[in-house]
């Protein structure tokens, strides 16, 4: 299916924009020069977009009525703007550069595949060490073994990168600096295209040096260009709540807590969990072994549920520092946990 917008116009500053345009937004467009030219596109294209220079000409052929119509010019106070708009049948009038954003955002709704109802899990760790990181990169790899399209969101500048995490420090693609940057929507194949990738899982982390904080404006839209492209995000949060964290919480179909099972492990939740219960509805609690037992940590933690307990890896450092994450087969204890929770959080 024909998925390039059309664009009718002869002012070559015009289409220069638009060309710009569509390529920010991930999109190819097809371009007629005279309104007969874009006669035989004009039922097929997703959308048609008509520069102000050839409105006129165009309404003089009569082209059937479609939605999905925009008028585009460079002299929003031209007087026979809106006239035109009318006479073309386009649904509003695109000022640039005042509208471009919103150009931006037509030309990625247009150019998108069919998209994807992702779900997103936040995991998040009730003290430093706890193991967020590695649940996190389990359930990750877990999920894209079983060809579920997966995103590892790292969203902790002070976390150490969670691709070091999975070996991949080296590979190419883009990092969170490389994308705050940009404004607006972000289209969901550009995204998947920019990231490293490794199978069906691809990765967002921190490059190394200067750790700035996520802005909620990059933090919104990768998320909502992830959940349009990926079956499942799973977002690392740091445990200090920034507002990116707080754009991924409210987003979450569920969080994930990692409680140490010890007394100060379980008081440190208790903070943790306070910080967060305002952004998202469900808590679900995962524990290290320890000395509390799994009913007494739900108990003192507002009764949040206790889905499950992280097995022990005796040889879980030293995989770590080799770059090696934890088998993840069946059989083994870390898949069998990875597949339990994950049936619980993904819709049926």
Not at 39 to 44: D, Q, S
């Amino acid at each position: 299916m024909n998925r390039r917008p059309l664009v009718i116009t002869e002012d070559r500053a015009l289409l220069d924009d638009l060309v710009r345009i569509a390529a920010a937004a991930g999109a190819q467009l097809d371009v007629a020069h005279a309104p007969a030219h874009a006669r035989p596109h004009w039922n097929l294209a997703p959308m048609v977009v008509v520069g102000a220079d050839l409105a006129d000409a165009l309404a003089a052929t009569a082209p059937p009525p479609r939605d999905r119509v925009l008028l585009v010019t460079h002299a929003a106070d031209d007087p026979d703007t809106w006239r035109r708009c009318v006479a073309v049948g386009a649904r509003t009038v695109i000022d640039l550069p005042a509208s471009e954003r919103r150009l931006v955002e037509e030309f990625a709704d247009i150019s998108e595949p069919e998209p994807r109802s992702g779900t997103l899990v936040c995991v998040i760790g009730g003290r430093g060490g706890a193991g967020a990181s590695v649940l996190s990169a389990g359930l990750a790899l877990h999920a894209s073994g079983a060809h579920l399209r997966t995103l590892l969101l790292d969203a902790d500048p002070l976390g150490g990168g969670i691709d070091a995490l999975l070996g991949q420090e080296e590979a190419q693609g883009a990092r969170w600096p490389d994308l705050v940057a940009r404004e607006g929507r972000v289209s969901s194949t550009a995204l998947r295209d920019a990231l490293p990738a490794f199978g069906d899982l691809a990765v967002l982390s921190f490059h190394r040096g200067d750790p700035r904080p996520i802005p909620a404006e990059a933090m919104r839209s990768v998320l909502e260009s992830g959940l349009r492209g990926f079956d499942l995000v799973i977002a690392d949060l740091p445990r200090h709540i920034d507002q990116a964290a707080v754009e991924a919480l409210t987003r979450a179909a569920g969080t994930l807590l990692v409680v140490c099972a010890d007394v100060r492990g379980v008081l440190s939740a208790a903070q943790v969990q306070e910080s967060i219960r305002h952004h998202t509805a469900d808590i679900r609690l995962v524990s290290r072994p320890g000395a509390i037992a799994p009913d007494t940590i739900s108990a003192s933690l507002d009764g949040a549920p206790h889905v499950a307990q992280i097995p022990d890896h005796p040889r879980l450092d030293a995989s770590l520092n080799r770059g090696e994450m934890p088998a993840l087969g069946p059989r083994t204890p870390l898949g069998r946990l990875c597949s339990t929770l994950l049936q619980d959080l993904l819709p049926a």
